[in-house]
């Protein structure tokens, strides 16, 4: 599957922005989606999953309660919700395919990566 993130942008804080992935190909309902985020000089990390029904979530404790992620099927398209954005949560974003079907946190948990999308939030 082929993976196309949009949506980055420049917002003040505590403003919200909202992100999409588009996935080409024929399983994308058939797996794990999850977004995750890369800030200058810092290592990848998991902000988001989703079992590849939609309807279990898992959220980092730096996001939970402030972003949603969810899925569409039909239009197999990834999305992320971003509210109450601060500072910190300036990085690129990047969208990701699982390997398997329940909720997942770890990056070699995911095997196909979108290009990214950078998020700023100023101060």
């Known amino acids: 599957v082929q993976l196309q993130a949009f949506g980055g942008g420049l917002v003040q804080a505590g403003g919200s922005l909202s992100l999409s992935c588009a996935a080409s190909?024929?399983?994308?309902?058939?797996?794990?989606m999850g977004w995750f985020r890369q800030a200058p000089g810092k290592e990848r990390e998991f902000v988001a999953s989703?079992?590849?029904?939609?309807?279990?979530?898992l959220y980092s404790d730096s996001v939970k309660g402030r972003f949603t992620i969810s899925r569409n099927n039909t239009r197999n398209t990834l999305y992320l919700q971003m509210n109450t954005l601060k500072p910190q949560d300036t990085a690129v974003y990047y969208c990701?395919?699982?390997?398997?079907?329940?909720?997942?946190?770890?990056?070699?948990?995911?095997?196909?990566w979108g290009q990214g999308t950078q998020v700023t939030v100023s101060s």
């Open positions: 990701a395919g699982g390997i398997g079907r329940s909720t997942a946190w770890r990056t070699t948990q995911y095997n196909h």
């Open positions: 190909g024929r399983t994308f309902s058939s797996n794990t």
């Open positions: 989703i079992d590849r029904r939609g309807i279990s979530t």
